[in-house]
Nanobody, 126 residues
Framework: QVQLVESGGGLVQAGGSLRLSCAASGRTFSDYAYAMGWFRQAPGKEREFVAAISWSGGRLYYKDSVKGRFTISRDNAKNTVYLQMGSLKPEDPAGYYC?????????????????WGPGTQVTVSS
């Protein structure tokens, strides 16, 4: 099983940028192919998909509202996935969570992401 820990959250002004990181340990990227995803959940709202990346990094997927503002990437040698967030808006604050799905390709069903990190909080001030 892979263990995930997010970092990089914090308080940023609207229009600003943050880079989130997700570090994997245990059964890492060097041991197994994982597609990775970022999700977020704001208080009182359901968890929602933000972005995902295939094992090779060749396939990227984004929630429509973050396209052009957020970039997902990964460094398999460092067992780390990143979410570069720019032009942050008032609707972006939430707990951000990374998740792993076994296999090279991003699954269509969120339920196939089987390992989750504890999350990192992003707050945007106006």
């Amino acid at each position: 099983q892979v263990q995930l820990v997010e970092s990089g959250g914090g308080l940023v002004q609207a229009g600003g940028s943050l880079r989130l990181s997700c570090a994997a340990s245990g059964r890492t990227f060097s041991d197994y192919a994982y597609a990775m995803g970022w999700f977020r959940q704001a208080p009182g709202k359901e968890r929602e998909f933000v972005a995902a990346i295939s094992w090779s990094g060749g396939r990227l997927y984004y929630k429509d509202s973050v396209k052009g503002r957020f970039t997902i990437s990964r460094d398999n040698a460092k067992n780390t996935v990143y979410l570069q967030m720019g032009s942050l808006k008032p609707e972006d604050p939430a707990g951000y969570y990374c998740a792993a799905a076994e296999g090279a390709w991003v699954p269509a069903d969120e339920r196939d992401f089987h390992s989750w990190g504890p999350g990192t909080q992003v707050t945007v001030s106006s």
